[in-house]
């Protein structure tokens, strides 16, 4: 025979145990997958942030450090609730360290479909150069 009464001991415990998981993972963030493609140019990175909109997204460059983050906007829809969670945390966060051969002055970004598509060009004094040689 089961015993499904549950005391408000076992119900209020369970709840701390809960409160306490949320607040450890409040400052946690997912490190979302990134593609990185070079070419004779510059740099290209794909970054997959499923659910992101562009205002919940944030870029930023200091010095030669690139950081990316952004909160999921995924809820569930008004009166219901989730009864399972694969992945509970709406937040993502990656850093990369740029080399001085990029201009992050030209940086541009795009998303469209949970993909963040960052261009990076090369600088000038880093661009490949064709060399001219004079007949004598």
Do not use: C, W
């Not at 997958?33 to 930023?60: F, M, Q, W």
């Not at 993909?115 to 040689?133: D, G, M, N």
């Amino acid at each position: 025979m089961r015993n499904d009464v549950q005391t408000s001991e076992n119900t209020t415990a369970r709840a701390s145990a809960s409160s306490q998981e949320r607040s450890r993972y409040s400052e946690a963030a997912l490190t979302p997958p990134v593609d990185v493609v070079e070419d004779g140019n510059g740099i290209t990175l794909y970054a997959d942030l499923p659910g992101v909109s562009r205002d919940k997204l944030n870029l930023h460059v200091e010095s030669d450090t690139l950081t990316i983050e952004a909160e999921s906007g995924l809820t569930a829809p008004g009166g219901l609730a989730s009864h399972h969670t694969e992945v509970g945390l709406a937040r993502f966060h990656r850093v990369f360290t740029l080399s001085k051969e990029l201009d992050t002055e030209k940086i541009s970004a795009e998303l469209a479909q949970g993909v963040l598509k960052l261009r990076i060009p090369k600088a000038e004094h880093a661009q490949p150069k064709r060399i001219e040689v004079q007949l004598a």
